[in-house]
């Protein structure tokens, strides 16, 4: 599976927007990349995917960079509710076995006050 | 609409039982999915249905560990005869298809705790 590697951890101060990075340098063509978070004590929350083009929900947009090597979730506007692990994972669509979500370590966003 | 449910939330059993643990996935959501988090620990897959089929088992940690689904809905985690080391929190999610195309949906969980 291609893999991706994310920081530990970010800090951020609360109403100010954020920018999760992502790089996926050894993606495939047909891989979607997918975000998910894990608030404490929850289990994980779908947050936003996409293939090539930037995407948009009401939760936050990814940004995907041209050759598909690297990502940007962007939170907007964080608040204390987004404090959390976001794990970026890729998907492929068409390999039998890949349906699975493999999570890596993630980075543990805190949000200041 | 409703969630994905497990029960029970809570579970604490002594070494060597068996235990079940229970998933009802979002209505018309065909694939399944076993994950479990131990304490400080990352997710890691366990199994995953399409249908009431499991094509892939490859994360089940050894032979105590069982899982069914019937008629497409509910599924059963069975862990036998358990150990301490099976103690966590146990995690399904729901996906309209398996597919890498579709978001996978997560329940609260159920927190297994082995004395």
């Known amino acids: 599976d291609a893999k991706t590697t994310q920081p530990n951890s970010m800090e951020s101060n609360e109403e100010e927007p954020v920018h999760l990075p992502c790089n996926h340098s050894?993606?495939?063509?047909?891989?979607?990349i997918h975000w998910y978070r894990q608030l404490p004590s929850q289990g994980p929350e779908y947050v936003i995917h996409?293939?090539?083009s930037n995407v948009n929900n009401r939760m936050a947009s990814l940004a995907i960079a041209e050759d598909r090597k690297s990502s940007t979730l962007i939170l907007h506007r964080a608040t204390l509710r987004d404090a959390a692990v976001y794990y970026c994972i890729l998907r492929a669509t068409t390999n039998f076995g890949n349906e699975k979500l493999t999570f890596g370590t993630g980075t543990r966003l805190t949000i200041i006050p | 609409g409703a969630g994905v449910s497990q029960s029970p939330s809570n579970k604490v059993t002594e070494k060597g039982k068996d235990v079940e643990l229970r998933c009802d996935p979002i209505?018309?959501?065909?694939?399944l999915y076993w994950y479990r988090q131990s304490l400080g620990q990352g997710l890691e897959f366990l199994i995953y249905?399409?249908?009431?089929?499991?094509?892939?088992k490859s994360g089940l940690p050894s032979d105590r560990f069982s899982a069914e689904r019937t008629g497409g809905s509910v599924s059963t985690l069975t862990i036998q005869r358990t150990q301490q080391e099976d103690s966590a929190v146990y995690l399904c999610?729901?996906?309209?298809?398996?597919?890498?195309?579709?978001?996978?949906?997560f329940g609260p969980g159920t927190r297994l705790t082995v004395t």
């Open positions: 050894t993606i495939s063509g047909t891989d979607y």
């Open positions: 249905f399409q249908g009431n089929s499991a094509p892939d």
């Open positions: 999610a729901s996906s309209l298809l398996a597919s890498g195309i579709y978001e996978q949906y």
């Open positions: 996409g293939l090539t």
């Open positions: 209505s018309g959501h065909t694939a």
